[in-house]
């Protein structure tokens, strides 16, 4: 079974909508992130908007985290959120359930569908492994 144990850096994170189509990409482009697994079924996540300065228009710029113990069975990745960014304190004490494919030294995690700017999006984050 592959393992995730180590720290990953986020290579891109594709948005399409219900009919396949591509759609602007979360979090600007460019995004940055982090995640790390460890040995002990810990986990913590970290993703931001790396822009200097945010488009015209753009009041907040978009970041996410979470961290807790995980399990994985190899095709799916099971977070238990016990912390998460104040902005969504909803997520803690949730299962955070992602999918889960490798592709060479990458592994790609589909996260639940969510509404951004009126349209249920469906994502794909690649993640590069380098420790």
Not at 10 to 38: C, E, H, Q, W
Not at 73 to 92: A, E, F
Request: with cysteine; net charge negative.
């Amino acid at each position: 079974m592959p393992s995730l144990v180590g720290v990953w850096r986020l290579v891109d994170i594709t948005n399409k909508d219900a009919d396949g189509r591509v759609l602007p990409s979360s979090y600007g482009p460019l995004k940055m992130g982090l995640i790390t697994f460890t040995e002990q079924n810990r986990m913590m996540v970290v993703i931001c908007d790396g822009r200097e300065h945010l488009g015209d228009g753009e009041t907040q710029r978009e970041y996410t985290s979470y961290a807790g113990n995980y399990k994985f069975d190899g095709t799916t990745l099971v977070t238990r959120v016990d912390c998460s960014t104040p902005t969504i304190p909803n997520r803690i004490g949730t299962d955070q359930v992602r999918p889960a494919r490798f592709e060479g030294n990458c592994v790609i995690l589909t996260a639940p569908p969510v509404e951004i700017d009126g349209i249920v999006q469906y994502r794909d984050l690649t993640w590069e492994k380098i420790a």
